[in-house]
Structure formats: C-alpha cells, structure tokens
T-cell receptor
Framework: AQKITQTQPGMFVQEKEAVTLDCTYD???????LFWYKQPSSGEMIFLIY??????QNATEGRYSLNFQKARKSANLVISASQLGDSAMYFCAMREGGTGANSKLTFGKGITLSVRP | EPEVTQTPSHQVTQMGQEVILRCVPISNHLYFYWYRQILGQKVEFLVSFYNNEISEKSEIFDDQFSVERPDGSNFTLKIRSTKLEDSAMYFC???????????FGNGTRLTVT
C-alpha cells in the first residue's frame, strides 16, 4: 500500500485566495511526522511545514497551515492568500518510527499548483 | 542561513562511466541522505547515513552505488558504472536530528548518454 497518497492531478487557484492540497497517509506506527515541501520549476526542494503525530495543535508557518486529522489519516496543506510565486509542485512526506536510524522521508507523488493572476 | 550545497549542478556522462556527486551538508547536522527524482516523477529515497555508516538503503541502492563521508564535511554518492536509467536529479539532504526536517540541496542533474 502507498504510504503517502496525493491524488489531486493539478490545482488552480486565483491569486489572493486560499487553497487546500490534500494528503493522506498510511502507517501503523504511533510515532511519525508529516512534512510538506515545495518544488518550484527551478527544481530545489523547500521545506514548508511539519506536523508531529503527538502534536495537539495543527502546525502553522506564516501563510501555510496543516489541517491534521489523525483519525482520518489526512494532513492537508492550506495556503492562504495565494501568490503567483506559490506556483510549484507540492510534496507531502512522512517519517515513521521513534528511532534515529530510521529517519528517512517517504514522499507522495506531488501536486502541481498554478496560481492565476 | 546555512544550506546544503551540491556540486556539480549538472553532470553529463557516458554509459558505463563512474560518477561522483558531491554534497556539503549543514555543519551541525547528523543525518545525511541521498534521494533521486526522475524527471516529473516522485522523489525516491536512496540511502541514509548516520554515525559514519549506512543506516538504511532502498532497493534502488544496489552494488553500483556507494556513499562516503571522507573528511567530516563532504558527503559523496558514487555510481560505479552508470546506466541510461540513472539519469535523474539527485538530491542530497541533511537533518539535525531525526525529528527535524530534511534540508535539501539544489540537486545535481545527472544525464547518462
């Protein structure tokens, strides 16, 4: 089974509006972390936001927030007040386990976001 | 802000040749990784490195691949005999602690002809 599922093929949003990018995950480990990364057309991977499985509150970082629904195993990224520079590929990723050695991230397929002026 | 640096940004090589991709992780980070991304596809884990040894590797990371941290600052990925299907963007990443985010370099685009 896929560990990270991102099924939206491509998203469009009007500048200054909010947009939600979906991510569901699959793990039986009680300790895990969820991450979102942005990859603009230039190719670099930019860390946006992190949510730990034991965190009581949804993570926020500036215009980014994570809608974490643990029972549904979803970790959707919400971008408020979209800007043209938000046009990029967005990847959801998960790290499982409580030991340092098993610290890799597993990525979803990504979602393309296009912001319209 | 400290960053992960990768060199070269683009490498072209002939099939069967050896390539070494170089990375300088962030200095106080303890966990190091290589990932690859074939054009337009998902980011795939290759290998993680901690305490001077490989801690995990994927099935992609076969005997043709090796990693080294030769001098305490550089972290290298060697592909001994490149194949056409090795053409991809290779990302190095590092993490301060296991709970922390991975910080990625800008990648090396490897083209095997």
């Amino acid at each position: 089974a896929q560990k990270i599922t991102q099924t939206q093929p491509g998203m469009f949003v009007q500048e200054k509006e909010a947009v939600t990018l979906d991510c569901t995950y699959d793990t039986s480990d009680p300790s895990y972390g969820l991450f979102w990364y942005k990859q603009p057309s230039s190719g670099e991977m930019i860390f946006l936001i992190y949510q730990g499985s034991y965190d009581q509150q949804n993570a926020t970082e500036g215009r980014y927030s994570l809608n974490f629904q643990k029972a549904r195993k979803s970790a959707n990224l919400v971008i408020s007040a979209s800007q043209l520079g938000d046009s990029a590929m967005y990847f959801c990723a998960m790290r499982e386990g409580g030991t340092g050695a098993n610290s890799k991230l597993t990525f979803g397929k990504g979602i393309t976001l296009s912001v319209r002026p | 802000e400290p960053e992960v640096t990768q060199t070269p940004s683009h490498q072209v090589t002939q099939m069967g040749q050896e390539v070494i991709l170089r990375c300088v992780p962030i200095s106080n980070h303890l966990y190091f990784y290589w990932y690859r991304q074939i054009l337009g596809q998902k980011v795939e884990f290759l290998v993680s490195f901690y305490n001077n040894e490989i801690s995990e590797k994927s099935e992609i990371f076969d005997d043709q691949f090796s990693v080294e941290r030769p001098d305490g600052s550089n972290f290298t990925l060697k592909i001994r005999s490149t194949k056409l299907e090795d053409s991809a963007m290779y990302f190095c990443a590092s993490s301060e602690r296991w709970r922390r985010a991975l910080h990625f370099g800008n990648g090396t685009r490897l083209t095997v002809t």
